[in-house]
């Protein structure tokens, strides 16, 4: 159960508090299941992002196609044929890759980690996009509705949707996709009666119109050519490619799935793909079968609405719910970027190819720091973009499927290297180089009709972040070597006294070292004590805060095993202290606040221990740069302000590195 807001809590803190919840306790044994989701509650969160595609990505296409309208019902079966190829070949994903990580740990794990890297940053820059575009054409759906003198506003209204969805993502995945869920079930319900009412009304002309379709097919041909009429569809399709950005979502975002994780993860991506597959179609059919036109200042969906609800009873209401349940949808849309971006970084951030801190998570157990960064990044589009659909679009659905086609090659590899174990490896592999020829081909058309109009700025991006990406890891290995180095010098020391098996003595001067794992980082803290002050300190305590971050949280399993790696690494250090004479002990405790974890630790242990003093350490670097603060978390600092609020003497040793 979650903490109560303490009335002895500052302003601030009761204000955060108010919008983010209360702190969540780790150790609940319902915790997991608790922040886990079920199919249908995976779909509104997850799938929604595909779902509310056929808001813009069906009209897009539509707007390529000009008078050859006729071509809406071949585009309308493509869409269906595609959704239905990739969501099947991403549910043989799931089984293989069950814990998640999407395009990323796929291209990893069965390529190499220069492909996952890519295929992260794509998806990076990929899900702020999913953002920016929902809201923006969220705005562009509801203010159809409006005077147009009202369109000034868009911008600002999208602005506080973007600020809204920080917030309740930072309050927690379900309690964000449970708020939301209401307006997923009313585009559900709203749609189906629009598709399904808009075809059945035309059945009986079903007959002339395949006649008809068939005399406007051999006109064009015979006026401009098959070929100009094969390039007019497949700009169309590229240009309707937004329409299945979302189906990565789900084998992405399998950490938050209820057990049985696999079984869950391929219903919800059954759900996806047919709900996707004839909600997209059906646009298709019925831009078609009532002639639907563009209009400035509203969506095509719009004008369907009233021309198919029109002559109802209450129909304008019934179009305005219409469209305004399919703007809100992409508000719940927008929702994915928020939360599989965040878990695409940690699990860069893992890898070391982002900064450490977008693996940790809140006491509300949220990542925090990549909701915030998506959050900012998408902001900051919209601003550049001015809120344009058009341009956006233009920038959308580049990256997505450089991501599908890298985790389709990735998967052939894998059935590949491993057929002598799967009988059923030839048939995995066909529908994997379906996918695969099916994701390049759009992909090649996608670069090649939007690269001149726009699309060089995403792959520009794209390219900087991967830049980046490299940049970071080759700074946390360098420093890995520095300490390793370090490790391997102060381990080799030998002992200068025999092992001490005395107890503690409270009455003692104590040493209190904050450690962080058994390396050359704190040996060289507790060597450094030996050093600075002879004969100073008898007691050595080792405290350490087992940080559960989104690697280890995953299950009770994972969080005993982090807990019993936490134990065995301070048992490391007593051992080698008591080899050098001194009484030695330890303290730890589990969470996902270093900080507040330490602090309570700390205070514990002084009561036990009157004398003590506080130590811990810090990398010093030849030159210090600003990118030094954001790689390596400024903990150390932030531990010895509190605690000398406190009346508690802290010292920082500084531990240099040289790199």
């Keep these: 159960m979650d903490d109560d807001v303490s009335p002895h809590k500052g302003i601030s803190e009761r204000i955060r508090y108010t919008l983010i919840g209360a702190p969540r306790n780790i150790h ?102 999913t953002i920016t575009v929902s809201l923006v054409s969220c705005g562009d759906a509801l203010f159809s509705f409006l005077p147009f003198q009202f369109q000034k506003y868009k911008l600002f209204f999208v602005g506080c949707l973007i600020i809204i969805l920080v917030i309740l993502n930072m309050r927690g995945v379900k309690e964000s996709i449970t708020i939301l869920a209401p307006i997923f079930m009313i585009f559900v319900v709203t749609h189906v009666l629009l598709i399904g009412y808009g075809i059945s009304t035309h059945v009986a002309e079903i007959k002339p119109l395949t006649g008809q379709i068939q005399a406007n097919f051999k006109y064009d041909i015979s006026a401009i050519g098959y070929l100009s009429l094969l390039a007019i569809f497949l700009k169309a399709f590229s240009m309707g490619a937004g329409t299945y950005t979302g189906i990565e979502a789900v084998s992405n975002g399998m950490q938050i799935m ?148 890298l985790s389709q090659l990735g998967m052939i590899l894998f059935f590949l290297k491993n ?127 087992a940080e559960v971050d989104s690697g280890s949280f995953k299950g009770v399993a994972e969080l005993k095993a982090l807990e019993e790696a936490t134990k065995k690494e301070l048992t490391k250090y007593v051992t080698v202290t008591r080899k050098h004479g001194f009484p030695a002990d330890y303290r730890m405790a589990t969470g996902t606040d270093v900080i507040e974890g330490v602090t309570e630790l700390v205070r514990a242990t002084v009561k036990e221990f009157p004398k003590s003093t506080i130590f811990t350490g810090k990398l010093i670097f030849r030159q210090e740069y600003p990118f030094h603060k954001i790689l390596h978390n400024e903990t150390a600092f932030a531990i010895q302000r509190r605690l000398q609020w406190e009346g508690i003497a802290t010292v920082i040793l500084p531990i240099r590195v040289n790199i």
């Design 28 to 129: 609940e044994p319902s915790i997991f299941h608790k922040l886990s989701l079920i199919p249908i509650l995976a779909w509104i969160g997850l799938g929604a992002d595909g779902l509310s595609s056929s808001s813009y990505g069906p009209e897009e296409a539509f707007k390529i196609i000009g008078s050859h309208t006729y071509l809406s019902i071949f585009l309308g079966i493509a869409t269906a044929i595609t959704v239905f190829i990739i969501s099947y070949a991403y549910s043989r994903i799931i089984e293989h890759f069950p814990h998640g990580g999407g395009g990323y740990i796929v291209a990893t794990h069965t390529i190499n980690e220069h492909a996952g890297v890519i295929s992260g940053c794509a998806l990076l820059v990929d899900y702020v996009l």
């Design 258 to 405: 209820r057990e049985p994780k696999v079984q869950t993860g391929k219903r919800t991506m059954a759900y996806m793909a047919t709900s996707l597959a004839i909600t997209a179609g059906g646009l298709f059919f019925c831009y078609y079968l009532f002639h639907i036109q563009p209009v400035e200042g509203r969506t095509l969906n719009a004008i369907l609405a009233d021309e198919v609800f029109g002559k109802w009873p209450l129909g304008n209401w019934i179009a305005l719910i219409t469209i305004v349940t399919e703007g809100a949808l992409l508000i719940v849309a927008a929702q994915t970027g928020f939360i599989d971006g965040p878990r695409v970084m940690s699990n860069m951030a893992i890898d070391s190819w982002l900064p450490r801190r977008f693996a940790s998570l809140s006491e509300r157990l949220t990542m925090q720091n990549g909701v915030l960064l998506m959050g900012i990044s998408a902001f900051l589009l919209l601003i550049y973009t001015h809120g344009s659909i058009s341009a956006l679009i233009i920038m959308y659905s580049i990256n997505v499927f450089v991501t599908f086609s």
């Design 419 to 545: 057929k002598e174990r799967d009988k059923k490896w030839k048939q995995h592999v066909n529908i994997h180089i379906a996918g695969l020829t099916l994701c390049l081909t759009i992909l090649t058309i996608t670069v090649y009709e939007k690269f001149t109009e726009g699309g060089w700025l995403t792959l520009l991006i794209t390219t900087l972040v991967i830049g980046v990406c490299y940049a970071i890891r080759a700074h946390y290995r360098k420093v890995r070597k520095g300490i390793r180095q370090l490790e391997e010098i102060l381990t080799d020391i030998p002992a200068a006294a025999p092992y001490n098996n005395e107890p503690l003595n409270p009455r003692d001067m104590t040493a209190i070292l904050l450690v962080n794992g058994f390396n050359g980082f704190g040996l060289h803290t507790l060597l450094s004590i030996v050093r600075y002050f002879p004969n100073v300190y008898k007691n050595y305590i080792f405290i350490s805060v």
